[in-house]
């Protein structure tokens, strides 16, 4: 009944925290850094150097796509309403498995309790 739609994004990003420093500061020494100074055209420079860096990251820290998902946002859900239906959630499972008279007039009377705490 209050269950949230969900809005979904795809992500690229490096994991950066992975990279073994002594080995990309080796690759990095042995890329010609020349190539980037002795071009008198800045535009290519600036080509060059980001060739390079991404060279460079993408053999030590390669690029990973991930789905993530967040819920949109009801502002009449509040956190404490949350914690009611959760509540009743387990209720009415208790009840499901017991099938007490009690157990129903409890669940009934939190799932009341919550519609009018919406309202």
Do not use: C
Not at 20 to 35: E, G
Not at 40 to 59: A, P
């Amino acid at each position: 009944m209050f269950d949230e739609p969900i809005e979904s994004s795809n992500f690229r990003d490096r994991d950066l925290r992975a990279i073994d420093i002594s080995q990309f500061n080796i690759d990095a020494n042995d890329v010609d850094w020349n190539a980037v100074i002795d071009n008198n055209d800045l535009d290519q420079q600036v080509e060059k150097l980001n060739g390079i860096i991404l060279y460079l990251f993408d053999k030590h820290a390669s690029v990973k796509s991930s789905r993530k998902s967040k819920k949109r946002s009801k502002p009449y859900i509040t956190h404490t309403i949350r914690e009611m239906i959760a509540l009743k959630n387990e209720a009415h499972r208790h009840y499901m498995k017991t099938k007490k008279f009690e157990h129903e007039e409890y669940y009934i009377d939190l799932k009341n309790y919550m519609t009018f705490a919406i309202l």
